[in-house]
């Protein structure tokens, strides 16, 4: 039984896209383009494909590591595993709840670490009543219980980072997705957190980790995909993962080297 | 379209949270919270009774209460489109954490303001029977008028909030079109009494806003009742910026993620 299933799968973006436009910016440039080449359209390639041809099936149980330089699309990639970006051209499939778990959260300042908890948990597709039975754990886990009913922009942005840990953990989704997050709080909740994965991770969820620790690939994942520019150039055992990932990496710095 | 519109039925939870984070937020618990919703409207209405009823007679029967009845709503129009604008930018943190229907930004507004409105216009009644107006059974109508002034908002709100993604300056653009908007509509004039038939024909058909105004009159202070034709054009045209604005923010969805 498959968790997630991706086939052929792209994304892209414009670059013209990538700044903030406006409605006087577009005009100016529409009329600085007719004077300079007669039409209005933009001219030269402008797609940028973050990411293209992605094929893999990760299934039930098993956890995933993506790795890859910075640029090559493992975030993407994980925002398209979550539904936020619809792929361009392929398909994604998947079996199960999913949980983000990402920094920069999804807090409302203004409202307290109670009613984040919440909204949050309603975000992520669960009932009130469901809210309601794991309030406790997910405070208990944060260790925040004096300042639950405190804004959050009041936080720091440690006491933000384990709270929104929490919540992503103990809402127990099917297939939980993480971006560089096991690396938030002190050595103490660094720990809480490694143990409570494991918990996970045997309880047969499904985990794709993104990461720039090798060491968390090859504690947690029994598998690792290789991304480079926007394309799976290897998927295997995750060892072999981190020894391919760490070759080209050497290839690189020769390379710069050598110029 | 009506999965899509069926799977925003399926987050009616969410979206009750979130209307009760923006009351909670705007009103911070506190009925003296609910009081401020109260100043914006008031205010005009002692300018306009100054200006068009003091100093110019304006000739309208009981003015203060032909303001109120065409301020409440209104203000819950301005509010609702003015802060939609911006819905989608100022919401990036919630939208790229999980999928959801992403109109529930614009929706949430609209039902908060909703919220504040239907509780003004209950406010409202005392004072219309301390007029020595009586209330109609016209007021009947409320829940029908309500859902197509709300469709009418909704559609508007959903073609600003995504223009506002691809072109940031729409968000300045916005208040000043809702500002000329504001003249446009009779709020403090009567438009029947002072067009001849044929332009307010024109009028009517051009401002669907004034319909509404003048059936919100009609209910809560027992005004007259816009032409038939007036009010079926009206509602039309609720229905059809409704659609308008849902498939163009539909269409533009997964573009828009991209650029928050």
Partial sequence: MYALKVKNMGVKFKLSHMKETTLKGSFVRAVKRFFAHGSIKPVGEDVFWALRKISFIVNEGDSIGVIGHNGAGKS????????IYKPDEGTVERRGRIGLLQLGTGFHPELSGRDNIFLNGVILGLKKK????????????????????MPIKNYSTGMAARLSFSIAINISPDILLIDEVLSVGDEHFKKKSRLKIDEIRSAGK?????????GEIRNICNRAICLNKGQVVFDGESQEAVNFYLSQVKKNEQKIVAK | MLKKLLELYQYQELVKILVSRNLKVRYRNSVLGYAWTWLDPLMMMFIFILIFDVLFKSGIKHFPLYLLC???????????TGESVSSMTDNAGLIKRVYYPREIFP?????????????????????????????????????IITIFFF??????????????????????????ILKLWFYFTPIFYAAEKMMPERILDIYMFVNPLAVVLTLFRSMFMNYDVPKPIHIAFALVECLLLFLLGYVFFKKNEDLMIKRI
């Fill in chain 1, 76 to 83: 993407t990639l994980l925002q398209i595993l979550s539904g």
């Fill in chain 1, 130 to 149: 469901e809210i309601e039975s794991l309030y406790d754990s997910i405070v208990e886990f944060s260790e925040l219980e004096r300042f639950i009913d």
């Fill in chain 1, 206 to 214: 499904t985990i794709v980790l993104v990461t720039h620790s090798l």
């Fill in chain 2, 70 to 80: 065409g301020l409440i709503p209104w203000t819950f129009f301005q509010n609702t």
């Fill in chain 2, 107 to 143: 929706l949430t507004i609209m039902l908060t303001h909703g919220v504040t409105m239907s509780l003004s216009l209950m406010v409202l009644i005392p004072v219309v029977l301390a007029f020595g107006v009586p209330i109609s059974a016209k007021i009947l109508l409320f829940p």
């Fill in chain 2, 151 to 176: 469709l009418f908002t909704f559609g508007l709100s959903l073609i600003f909030a995504t223009m506002n993604v691809f072109m940031r300056d729409i968000k300045h653009i916005v208040p000043l």
